[in-house]
């Protein structure tokens, strides 16, 4: 029990990702051994006990009043776990021990349903304490078998006589007995629970997924940035996976210079205020639905001659309907996508509603030549037939231009840049032919001359962020490096935007695929350097990303992976398992059968075939159904017969004990002892049964006590019956004809009792 409850607070504080209450917690239960079991230790007072019961209700109140916990199942998982602590120094008899089991069973139902749940770790802890629950709970019936018979002897005793526990008695192989027992349960109760995981499917919404955030400073993609400041926690928890082709080869590669840029949202309005980049409503509602074929994909932003990569993408967890792709899309689609809302101005892709978790969809990637090729593709989209032609953003409607936060030394400090490279540029020129360059110079003054840190240095109420970062900081993370070059570029006059989304550099060499994690959250620019050519440009010194996004490879690094597609395979095979993929699963099973069934050449299309031909060929007349019955009516008749003389062979092995022995054993022992079963018979008749609780040996000395003279050949068959079936002795020529005796003696005390 003690091993049990500890397991449990360790997968719950594991599945709530809580390592502080599991120190605590965990100490606590660990130090109640030494406490209460040790060399020395005695449980605690009762008035200890309920203080500490009423100090965990305390606290199960102060976390709902004062902290507004709306998480019941991590409050009431607390509470749990506290009264379980608390328990666990107290005086235990059976109702303590009960109470500490269902506690543990409550609390890891509980962390089944968490977010740390999820992992194939958590799931491999699970099997573990299942079988270790199993194991206790069996123990736990012998247990309290034992203290039954202790309790029963105690209250038959004289009061004066003090009852010792009596000592177990075991038989030969009741260790194989327990483990025959223990694994046939666990194993019906593990084909039951495959059952009703095949029928019931998951069903709705993750509750786990990207940090959105503003107040937790968190990694993690969010749809809006905020420029607040604070150190960055980084949280490793796997958000998706990437596999990338070309032309039908995996593209993967564990070099640390090759980066991925999932690009997930596009953030084109900033307020200095508010210190916020978002989405403008103007870019909103500029998205309009397509329709996705079922299985297939919809035409995003160009046609074959611009597709030059094609990537799946696994998200693991997912809060919203961000739709994340390599830049510029061309196509996207997938099992699982029906509709998709896409946005020309910003080509920012959402699904209408959140999907299930975990979702893998597909996009490929255009290879955009020119800007004329970008405006025949947009063209493409918007006079597609049946939809509403977009809204006309773009250079006329100064989208993505223009600055207002301390726009004369940030455009001061651009054009200082600009100069140095011996570069110039008019603001009100909407592009110029120097555009790529100038948005690369200003891009390589930012990695070269700037510190990458995790800390964004806090700012005073009257200071902007940015401002700050590019004229007297001059450190940040890669939020305000994307904010300062897209605040240098409009500054220009050049129209640039901020993207978050991820950086896939991690190779996973096992499964074959970029693992992404949610450290791995990124923001970086976009700059129109042409009409609709937008390009990406990262400021972010090269040297932080590698070392930030890239870990070292080593030899624990392969294990690692193995680890990581492992938790994959997981994921795709259980936590994915819902109504379609039941459907698809039961309807292979349906189309592999009916083509077995149809092809004569298996055995169960011949076999088919033949009971047709029967059915065919077979004429029944009145007679024919008659002898039909009667061989119907003979073979239930035999088969009752076999059944009762089953059943009256089993009662034979019972009474004589010999259930547990092979099958040899068994025959050679009842016949050796069928001399007992008679002498049960006889007894029978004249009204004394043995009860089936009852030993042999108990019954035959119950009857010599009441008639010591009338019932002594009982006890001396009873003798030969325990040499013959525990003391391996053979039945001989003597020892048959003092069997013999006995029984005779036995069956004239009978009678003259009759």
């Not at 020395?40 to 006990?49: C, D, E, F, V």
Request: hydrophobic letters at 45%.
């Amino acid at each position: 029990v003690f091993a049990q409850v500890l397991l449990g607070i360790v997968a719950f504080c594991m599945a709530e990702q809580k390592p502080e209450i599991l120190l605590v917690a965990g100490s606590l239960a660990a130090l109640s051994w030494y406490v209460v079991e040790g060399p020395t230790g005695r449980p605690l007072p009762q008035w200890s006990i309920l203080t500490g019961a009423l100090t965990a209700v305390a606290c199960l109140a102060v976390e709902i009043v004062w902290f507004r916990s709306t998480d019941l199942i991590e409050t009431v998982g607390h509470f749990t776990m506290w009264l379980q602590v608390v328990q666990l120094y107290t005086r235990k008899n059976n109702r303590e021990y009960a109470f500490l089991l269902i506690l543990s069973v409550l609390q890891m139902v509980g962390a089944s349903t968490m977010p740390g749940g999820m992992t194939v770790l958590f799931g491999l802890i699970l099997l573990c304490y299942c079988v270790l629950a199993l194991f206790t709970v069996l123990i736990f019936q012998f247990k309290g078998t034992s203290d039954l018979i202790l309790t029963a002897t105690q209250a038959a005793a004289p009061p004066q006589v003090r009852v010792e526990r009596p000592k177990t008695v075991a038989g030969r192989g009741f260790r194989w007995q327990f483990r025959a027992s223990a694994a046939g349960i666990g194993l019906f109760c593990g084909t039951v629970a495959g059952l009703v995981f095949l029928l019931l499917p998951r069903s709705g919404v993750a509750r786990v997924g990207m940090n959105g955030d503003a107040t937790v400073a968190v990694s993690g993609f969010s749809p809006v940035v905020h420029l607040n400041g604070g150190t960055l926690t980084l949280n490793h928890e796997p958000i998706l996976n990437l596999t990338v082709t070309l032309q039908g080869h995996n593209v993967g590669t564990t070099r640390s210079t090759h980066m991925w840029y999932l690009r997930g949202a596009a953030l084109d309005t900033y307020s200095p205020v508010r210190r916020t980049w978002m989405r403008g409503e103007q870019v909103s509602s500029t998205d309009q639905a397509l329709s996705v074929p079922a299985g297939g994909r919809v035409l995003i932003a160009g046609t074959s001659p611009g597709i030059v990569v094609h990537a799946s993408i696994t998200l693991r967890t997912a809060r919203d309907g961000t739709i994340f792709t390599l830049f510029p899309p061309a196509y996207v689609g997938g099992a699982g996508v029906d509709e998709v809302e896409f946005s020309p101005v910003d080509a920012q892709i959402t699904l209408p509603k959140t999907p299930s978790s975990p979702f893998t969809y597909q996009v490929w990637q255009a290879g955009i030549s020119s800007p004329q090729a970008v405006q025949a593709y947009r063209r493409l989209v918007e006079d597609r037939p049946g939809k509403r032609r977009l809204p006309a953003i773009g250079a006329s409607a100064r989208y993505a231009r223009g600055w207002i936060a301390h726009l004369k030394p940030i455009r001061n400090l651009a054009l200082s840049i600009l100069r140095n490279q011996g570069l110039t540029r008019s603001v009100q020129a909407d592009f110029t032919p120097h555009d790529p360059r100038i948005a690369q110079v200003l891009t390589d003054y930012l990695r070269n001359n700037f510190t990458y840190t995790l800390s964004n240095p806090p700012v005073g109420e009257d200071s902007d962020p940015i401002f700050d970062f590019l004229i007297t900081r001059r450190e940040g993370h890669c939020e305000l490096f994307a904010s300062g070059l897209a605040a240098l570029a409009r500054s220009l006059g050049m129209p640039a935007r901020l993207v978050t989304g991820y950086v896939a550099s991690d190779y996973n060499v096992v499964g074959g695929y970029y693992m992404v994690r949610q450290s791995d959250a990124h923001a970086w620019c976009e700059i129109e350097v042409a009409p609709d050519d937008w390009r990406t440009y990262d400021p972010t010194p090269a040297a932080a990303l590698v070392s930030e996004y890239h870990p070292p490879r080593t030899w624990f690094t392969w294990a690692r992976d193995l680890y990581d597609h492992i938790e994959f395979i997981w994921i795709n095979s259980v936590l994915a398992y819902d109504n379609g993929t039941r459907n698809a699963l039961l309807g292979g099973i349906r189309t592999s059968v009916r083509t077995a069934a149809g092809d004569e050449g298996t055995w169960m299309g011949s076999t088919v075939v033949w009971i047709r031909t029967q059915i065919q060929n077979w004429r029944f007349d009145a007679l024919a159904y008659t002898i039909a019955a009667i061989i119907v009516a003979a073979i239930a008749l035999g088969v009752l017969i076999l059944l009762r003389i089953w059943i009256i062979r089993r009662r034979r092995l019972v009474a004589l004990q010999l259930t547990r022995l092979p099958r040899s054993q068994r025959r050679r022992l009842a016949s050796q002892l069928r001399f007992y079963l008679t002498m049960l018979d006889m007894l029978e008749r004249h009204g004394w049964h043995r009860p089936a609780w009852q030993s042999p040996f108990a019954f035959a000395q119950d009857l010599a006590q009441d008639d010591p003279l009338r019932f002594e050949p009982v006890l001396a068959l009873t003798e030969h019956f325990y040499e013959i079936r525990f003391g391996h002795r053979f039945m001989n020529a003597q020892r048959r004809r003092l069997i013999r005796v006995h029984l005779r003696r036995l069956e004239e005390t009978l009678g003259q009792d009759a």
